[in-house]
């Protein structure tokens, strides 16, 4: 088999006319006057083919020989040695009939783990923390919160403790590695709310305390986050969105600043589904918790609907009970479902509980 | 808010980074050019002495359909191996545009081995999921792991550029890279602290320091390089693109007061308010969207057309490069848009058409032969730090 190309000697840059001329895997590399060097082909570090680039291949000393007959190479590669890895990637990307399949299998599987794959993986990692590790972030956390933005709670020490006695009673039930704190702040503007933290600091606000009407609906509340506690939501978000951010570079390789700008929308969209699922997840629990208690979870409705209404202005108020648009883009953003979504998942919920029974 | 203005900002370091990472290596030529020329000639020389100059133009031979093939094979055999196809993706990724990049009717290389930089991304990954890690558990140790982290930068990125530069060849002769751990702490930590400090205004400072720094550590066989661009022309860039910025803000701010004159009325419902802002907010991230990426091709071209100006091998070659604003803009532009409407499918002919206009636009030019460089020995096997050199790929950009 003859291959023309050039040379280049070790260490020079001088580039010459060059034919390359080989036999039974035996090759003789010649310029127009002389032999420059005789090898076998396995001497040869070859670079893999990709696309219709030159081919380098590269002598033990250094000494080079390129080639833009990327086809013979590959025959002569055929001949003399296995036909590699390298070979069946450069079918996959050369043919032109494998670019559908390629694509769907490109794209569902991409799917595939931003759906399941991305979740799970965050899950077995914030599961593998001891709940120990993460008492060390409840204090501070909080302690800058207070200096930031709540205040004291107002309420009577009677009401509180009241709902404090009511909570130990469902964490001692629920019994789990973490250390459960209950605390009592104020918004401004005393608005409705509650958050969790993950050292099982639960913070509930005075707004919200005044909005409920039955014991069971603040019960609903601290369920929900007492759900987010147990399953380490916070801890799970940290790892998906950082995985999410990992795969997005991956994918993108080293990518051009157009490129990562552009992506940094759909991450935002694809971190905020995140989070709704874990609302979901932590009504779920709410409400699974209910029903096995044998307690109506339209409790847990009426302090959602409450609470949704509260964040309304007055003028919304008057048209609560008209149709409302169906959807909105906002949605998208939103890191918490609709609370329609919501309400109605607690209702299909406490029907198939109902059912079950 | 803090965090994804950072990444913004290291973003657009990253791709002047890339630029002339791109332009260091797409480089020298071999023809002999017109016999008797010999010594130095100046920047001033260069560009009023066009005859005895001969030019080589960069040209960029890939296609966006070739690559797109290429790209689409990387990912999906990259999830498929949950990412350790990763490595073999980007040295594939890197080989394409460096093949592709001829001068003189030869195309540069890349030698990497996929194993090494494997090996690189599984303790930078390790290492990443530590942080994470310790963040959602203790702040204060995810802090101490930054300040190390911060401290060992130096050592990092001097070792990920003399893997790079190594791993780079044209012509059968490597690139290297000679800068020691000492001056990389100057222009990674110290003109940093101090561009910081000064509220910015002595970045520029930092810049050139990091520019001069990169070049003047960069060989090409026993060739050195160099750039003669002063601080002066660095805080000209800079001044110009805080105006930018000053507009941007009026802008935002415009917006803001016009938002004031839309028909909202206070017995509208909160649905109806929501739908009367959406064309206003779309606007508003539109503007920002488009200003965004005139600001990075701001950065792009001009400080891409300054360093290339005044780069020089042994001072007898020279680079010519002539991005213009408005063409780099519209590109960045329609490109993101083109990403993001076709979900990234449009990527790979994205990045093909950036290099396509990168290289028609950059020139290498000297009046003397090209035809005796001589390769230093360059020791592939003196292994452990070099490993890690591509670990941390985005710490070695500026």
Known sequence: MRIEGFYYPAGHSKKSAAVLICEDGRCTLSDDQKVLFKAHITDFRISDRLGDMPRQMRFLDGELFETEANDQVDALLRSNRHHGFSALLHRLESKAAYILPLLLVAGLSLWFLYAWGLPKAARVIAFSLPASELNLIGDHTLETLDRLALKPSQLSEQRKQGIRARFTGLTDEIGSGFVYRLHFRRLPENAADAFALPDGSIVVMDGLVELSEEPWEIDSILLHEIAHVEERHGLQSVFQDTLLTLMVSVMLGDAVSTAQAAASLPILLMERKYSQNFEQQADDYASDYMLTHQVDTVHFSNILERLEASYATEDDKTKMTEEREPESSWDYFSTHPRTKDRLLRIREKMIRGQWSD | ?398
């Open chain 2, 1 to 398: 808010m803090g965090n994804s203005y950072k990444q913004i900002e290291r973003r657009s370091e990253q791709s002047l980074y890339l630029t002339f990472i791109r332009l260091t290596h797409d480089f020298l030529t071999n023809r002999p050019s017109l016999p008797g020329s010999g010594g130095s000639i100046t920047l001033e020389q260069k560009q009023t002495s066009i005859p005895h100059l001969k030019p080589y133009p960069f040209e960029f031979r890939g296609s966006g359909g070739e690559f797109f093939k290429i790209w689409i094979v990387n990912i999906l055999l990259t999830v498929a191996t949950l990412g350790i196809y990763s490595a073999w993706a980007k040295v594939r990724t890197t080989r394409y545009f460096y093949g592709n990049t001829f001068l003189n009717e030869t195309s540069f290389e890349y030698l990497a081995n996929p194993v090494a930089i494997l090996k690189g991304r599984l303790i930078a990954v390790a290492l990443f999921i530590l942080y994470g890690f310790l963040s959602g558990s203790s702040p204060m140790l995810a802090g101490g792991l930054l300040a190390i982290f911060f401290l060992v930068t130096p050592y990092i990125a001097v070792r990920a550029m003399r893997f790079h530069h190594r791993m780079s060849a044209y012509k059968n002769i490597r690139f290297d890279f000679v800068g020691g751990v000492g001056d990389a702490a100057m222009v990674y930590i110290v003109w940093p602290i101090l561009g910081a400090f000064s509220l910015g205004l002595l970045y520029p400072v930092a810049h050139q320091r990091f520019v001069k720094f990169y070049l003047s550590n960069t060989r090409y066989g026993k060739e050195s390089f160099d750039v003669t661009a002063r601080v002066g022309q660095f805080y000209k860039i800079y001044l110009a693109l805080f105006a930018i910025g000053i507009v941007v803000i009026g802008i935002a701010v415009a917006s803001a007061f016009t938002m004031f004159g839309l028909p909202i009325s206070r017995d509208m419902g909160a649905e109806q308010m929501q739908a009367a802002m959406i064309p206003m907010i779309m606007a508003v991230y539109g503007a920002f969207f488009f200003l965004t990426f005139l600001m990075l091709a701001f950065i792009k071209s001009k400080f891409a057309n300054l360093i290339m100006n005044s780069m020089s091998v042994s001072d007898r070659f020279h680079f010519e490069s002539d991005l213009s604003l408005g063409a780099v803009a519209w590109i960045l532009f329609s490109n993101a848009l083109a990403i993001l409407f076709t979900l990234g499918l449009a990527y790979p002919w994205a990045k093909v058409r950036l290099a396509h206009y990168t290289a028609d636009h950059t020139m290498l030019t000297s009046m003397e032969s090209m035809d005796a460089f001589l390769g230093q020995h360059v020791d592939e096997t003196n292994a452990i730090g070099e490993e890690m050199g591509e670990m941390f790929d985005i710490d070695t950009s500026f």
